[in-house]
């Protein structure tokens, strides 16, 4: 299975930033869609963001739109999510995982073991 390793998050204050990286194993990345999930605690898994093979498309969930952007670099096999203006409703456990359905569908079987982000106020 692909290997998904997430970092970056950490405690940070309301209104603060934060970078998550997502770095992949194997020789698939330049050939998916990727996407960010995030997971608090008490609620299920829900969709974050997702980029296209090359970039050029994204896509957001309407409670990060404006303050979130995923970006891609193909080169080093990384993913990012840059998290701006963060809210305590923004903390949560954020994983990094292939998109199969485009853009909010992942792969269920190659999750990692995701970063926790925790925002406080």
């Known amino acids: 299975q692909v290997q998904l390793v997430e970092s970056g998050g950490g405690l940070v204050q309301a209104g603060g930033s934060l970078r998550l990286s997502c770095a992949v194993s194997g020789r698939t990345f330049s050939s998916s869609a990727m996407g960010w999930f995030r997971q608090a605690p008490g609620k299920e898994r829900e969709f974050v963001a997702a980029?296209?093979?090359?970039?050029?498309?994204?896509s957001y969930a309407d409670s990060v739109k404006g303050r979130f952007t995923i970006s891609r670099d193909n080169a080093k096999n990384t993913m990012y999510l840059q998290m701006n203006s963060l809210k305590p409703e923004d903390t949560a456990v954020y994983y990094c995982?292939?998109?199969?359905?485009?853009?909010?569908?992942?792969?269920?079987?190659?999750w990692g073991q995701g970063t926790r982000v925790t925002v406080s106020s």
């Open positions: 980029i296209s093979l090359s970039g050029s498309v994204t």
């Open positions: 995982n292939k998109v199969r359905r485009w853009p909010s569908g992942p792969d269920f079987g190659s």
